[in-house]
């Protein structure tokens, strides 16, 4: 299983180059069955990441760019008069695919931002009083510019806290980008030919195995002290939820399969934390790291 | 063993200890009551024996009535204190027959705390002390079996070592606590009938009961020009009814007469008889609260002595206005028509003497003359002439025979004479230097007036037995085996092995130094011995001390918290924070890893330790598995190294 996660890791790496982390955690998004929010600026390689998971994984896959004069009917799909038949037929959208890049979502209008994020949670999609339920897995992977770009819709807080993750990419290292520069990496006209090693099956054995990752006492009530610094410290102008919590513990449990154990450790709770509550927080991308380390010096691990 | 067996096994050794509590204050108790008691351990064994089925509620209730009616009418209510710690006795006793949960048989346990300290009201030297430690330790011990089923032996020890542990408290309270007198007081218990009584009558007992209880110890000056015989003079009877001699009328009266101190003082430490009179040489008053001096000089209480007390005596001189008539006429008086025979002899020695030091004479002479025999068993005289008999016939008995015979001749002649009983001798240890007196050196003698001198001791035993003078009665080999013979059971009885005297001697040493310093701690001693100690500042001590003890209290039982919470933490927890108190910053809130990576880059040389230590760390803390017990021993062995070396 170790294997796998690490198969699909060393995949991407080669596609984006050293951005192992950032792969790492797009991989446990997945792995919880939650939607992934990459949040940059243009040209870091979201839409490359996205579409290469897909692939990977040998998942159907979608791109939308979302404008702001796109309309929800657009993603979802729409009845059209079939005039030989004499009735609606359902033409299904982009949405009904296993894998949906919605590139750019925060230059969308709100309608359409809530169409999208409605049928993320209930997967499924209502067209005309008729419900067509979302293909299995699906798996939405959201980019979104910086909020100060113009022409932006920031997305609520109640909708960014459907993402699972939130991540980053940010500039690559120096010699990373020397490598992209040579075009040592695969780049997009090979995008097609990277092996798919997954099928559906192994994907959902991968997904239960995340649950059987022990979870101990100790990493449970360091979960909930970190939970609690953000709701009691006075620092955090919205606390984490509930929900939030819960998905610290499973995003905890994935990256330790990701790391091939069986059980979790308080440094996997400090990897995924940011990536769980940056966007849950409200907090900027650019300010993240100082917050985040903040919070772990006035939170004591919990043995 | 079925838990109600253990139960049952548990309730049984509770009732084993009452009969034993019973049987050792028969004295107190009375037969029928310790046969009732007796009889409810009997049926308590029978039933854990499993003959007989466990008694019903009905049958419990019975017994219960039973042993209030046997109480009441056995010892009754003239006894009061007797007869509330033999009903606290029988119940607790019934209560262990009742008890079939655990609750019941503990609630006993902790009644015991009330029971088993009421045996000092009964007696109160060291091995009663001794005795009610091991019931104490013991019923600690069986709380723990009872409630946490923490086997007998072990737990005996367990609560050995807790008492031992409180008693450096303990003493810290007696030495620094203030001393308040008690608000109210529990009467004493009231003693059976040994040594001295108020009435005389020697002819009517065959045999002595002598018992080697002790009566009282006395702490003479060294260099005091008191010297043997000591004759303590404790009640003085003066009133003779031809059968009895009956103690003074005047025994409680404080004296009135003026009197000048002759000598110096000395501390005698009387234990409780529960009788109002004391002991003391000669004429004597008391400078203790409490002990007063009546006419005759000898010393007595208001009230009725139930507990040790320890009291100063000054010899004093009486100087008195001679004998006035009443006194004359008691002291003179005897009834009319009996003993005829010493009557006549008496006049007969009168009428050829001319001063009374004559007619002691003559009577000593008759006494040798006619071989008068000192013996402990003389046979019973129940004629109603028994001085004639004795003189004539029987010629054997001990010091109240001899006085109240020599005492019924002066008056004969006369002579105002009296009788006085108290103790002779004493054994004396040579190490501390006090005299210890038992019961068995009751004594008889005569006192007889001069005019114009006062009243001078006569004992006529000593004419017959000399030998009783020089000492205690303990050390006259004439009447070794007469003496043994009457205390029955007791380590004096075997005085003459040297292991056996040795020991007895110890005990009475220890039991000395307790009574002296701890049953008679009182206000005036604490003060002296904490201005021994401390100086000047004796006097804020008593009261800081409550301070310091409360914060003693409070800091230990914070330390007690702090050190349960550090307990709680596992040990490879334990093992972890100590390691990271090894690096230079705090790691207290880096997770394992981290801290793994800063304590390498800190001691490289350890790094293959610190990695191997870790993984058994990450894998106990974190892992579903357990770590086996080899993995446990090699991460407390690595931690410990990891310490070891590091520290160099």
């Known amino acids: 299983m170790n294997k796998t996660t690490q198969d699909i890791i ?73 005039t030989s038949q004499q009735s609606f037929n359902f033409h299904p959208g982009p949405i009904f695919s296993q894998v949906l890049l919605a590139d750019e979502i925060n230059r969308a209008s709100p309608k359409t931002q809530s169409a999208l994020l409605e049928a993320m949670e209930e997967r499924q999609v209502t067209v005309d009083g008729k419900t067509h339920p979302l293909p299995e897995p699906f798996f939405v992977i959201a980019t979104q510019n910086p909020l ?156 | 063993m079925t838990s109600d067996k253990l139960l049952g096994f548990q ?73 509330f710690v033999s009903l606290l006795l029988g119940a607790c006793a019934l209560k262990t027959i009742q008890a079939k949960t655990k609750k019941q048989a503990m609630s006993v346990q902790l009644l015991n705390f009330f029971v088993y300290p009421c045996f000092f ?63 109210w007081q529990l009467p004493g218990a009231k003693k059976t009938q040994t040594g001295l009584s108020e009435d005389i009558d020697p002819f009517e007992i065959s045999e002595l009961s002598r018992s080697d209880e002790l009566v009282f110890r006395a702490i003479l000056p060294d260099h005091a020009q008191m010297n043997p015989p000591f004759y303590w003079r404790t009640l003085v009877h003066d009133n003779y009814d031809g059968k009895r001699w009956r103690v003074s009328t005047h025994q409680d009266v404080p004296l009135q007469a003026p009197y000048r101190a002759v000598g110096e003082s000395y501390t005698i430490i009387a234990r409780a008889s529960g009788k109002t009179w004391l002991y003391n040489l000669g004429q004597a008053k008391s400078s203790t609260r409490g002990v007063n001096t009546n006419q005759f000089g000898t010393l ?122 108290g103790y002779l001798g004493g054994e004396y240890n040579e190490e501390r230097g006090y005299y210890s007196v038992y019961q068995y050196d009751a004594h008889a003698w005569v006192e007889y007036y001069i005019p114009q001198q006062g009243w001078y001791r006569l004992d006529p035993t000593a004419w017959v037995a000399p030998d009783r003078l020089s000492g205690s009665l303990s050390e006259l080999t004439a009447l070794e085996d007469e003496f043994k013979d009457n205390l029955g059971l007791s380590l004096m009885s075997y005085s003459n092995l040297a292991l056996v005297n040795w020991l007895r001697l110890q005990i009475e040493q220890l039991d000395y130094q307790w009574t002296r310093w701890v049953l008679n701690f009182d206000h005036q001693k604490q003060s002296k011995l904490l201005r021994d100690l401390f100086g000047s500042y004796h006097k804020l001590l008593p009261a800081l001390s409550v301070f310091m003890l409360l914060i003693a209290i409070f800091a230990a039982r914070f330390w007690y918290l702090q050190r349960k919470q550090v307990a709680k933490l596992p040990e490879p927890v334990r093992l972890y924070r100590a390691i990271c108190q090894l690096a230079d910053e705090e790691l207290y809130k880096v997770t394992p890893a981290k801290a793994l990576l800063i304590l390498q880059s800190q001691y490289p040389n350890l790094s293959q330790e610190l990695e191997e230590f870790n993984q058994y760390f990450v894998k106990s803390r974190f892992s579903r598995a357990q770590l086996t017990k080899s993995e446990a021993t090699r991460m407390k062995a690595l931690g410990r190294l990891i310490i070891k070396r590091a520290k160099k």
């Open chain 2, 300 to 421: 007595f209480m208001q009230k009725h002595l139930s507990s040790s007390l320890e009291y100063q005596v000054t010899p004093i001189h009486i100087a008195g206005p001679g004998l006035v008539h009443w006194q004359y006429q008691l002291n003179t008086a005897l009834p009319d028509g009996i003993n005829p025979l010493a009557k006549a002899m008496a006049e007969q020695w009168d009428s050829t003497t001319d001063n009374t030091a004559d007619f002691i004479a003559q009577m000593k002479q008759y006494f040798v003359r006619h071989r008068f025999h000192y013996s402990l068993k003389p046979p019973t005289i129940s004629d109603r002439n028994s001085i004639d008999m004795f003189l004539t016939e029987t010629r054997e008995g001990f010091c109240g025979h001899y006085a109240a015979s020599a005492a019924f001749m002066l008056r004969a002649a006369g002579i105002p004479a009296r009788l006085v009983s």
């Open chain 2, 121 to 183: 009201i009964f007696s109160q030297n060291v091995l009663s002390l001794l005795f009610v430690l091991v019931l104490l330790v013991l019923n600690l011990a069986q709380m723990l079996w009872i409630e946490h089923g923490i086997e007998l032996r072990s737990a005996t020890r367990q609560a050995a070592k807790h008492l031992f542990l409180a008693l450096p408290l303990a003493a810290i309270m007696v030495v620094l606590l203030p001393k308040v007198s008690p608000f």
């Open chain 1, 148 to 303: 100060h770009q113009s022409g932006t819709h920031p997305l609520p807080e109640s909708q960014l806290d459907r993402f699972f993750l939130r991540i980053s990419l940010g500039y690559p290292d120096e010699h990373a980008e020397k490598s992209l520069i040579l075009g040592n990496n695969l780049q997009r006209q090979s995008l097609n030919e990277l092996s798919c090693v997954l099928d559906l099956t192994a994907l959902a054995t991968l997904q239960k195995a995340v649950l059987a990752v022990n979870l101990s006492d100790s990493i449970v009530q360091y979960i909930i002290n970190l939970v609690n610094f953000t709701r009691y410290s006075g620092q955090f102008s919205d606390p984490l939820s509930p929900r939030a919590s819960i998905a610290l513990g499973l995003a905890t449990r994935a990256y330790a399969l990701t790391q091939g154990r069986d059980y979790a450790l308080p440094d996997d709770v400090q990897a995924v934390f940011a990536a769980v509550a940056g966007h849950r927080l409200n907090i900027a991308t650019n300010e993240l790291e100082d917050v985040v380390k903040g919070v772990f010096d006035n939170v004591a691990v919990v043995l």
């Open chain 1, 10 to 82: 060393s995949q991407l790496s080669e596609l984006i180059l050293g951005k192992e982390e950032q792969i790492r955690l797009a991989v446990v998004c997945l792995l919880c069955k939650g939607h992934l929010l990459i949040e940059d600026l243009p040209g870091m390689g979201k839409t490359t990441l996205s579409h290469g998971l897909a692939n990977v994984l040998g998942l159907s896959y979608q791109r939308v760019q979302f404008t702001s004069d796109l309309l929800p009917a657009d993603i979802t799909g729409s009845s059209v008069f079939n």
């Open chain 2, 11 to 83: 309730t049984l050794v509770t009732t084993l200890l009452y009969g034993l509590v019973s049987i050792l204050l028969f004295n107190s108790f009375g037969l029928v009551f310790t046969c009732a008691m007796l009889l409810i351990v009997l049926f308590k064994l029978v039933i854990y024996r499993a003959l007989v089925k466990g008694p019903s509620e009905k049958l419990v209730n019975l017994l219960a009535f039973t042993i209030i009616l046997v109480v009441f009418v056995a010892i009754g209510f003239t006894n009061l204190v007797e007869m």
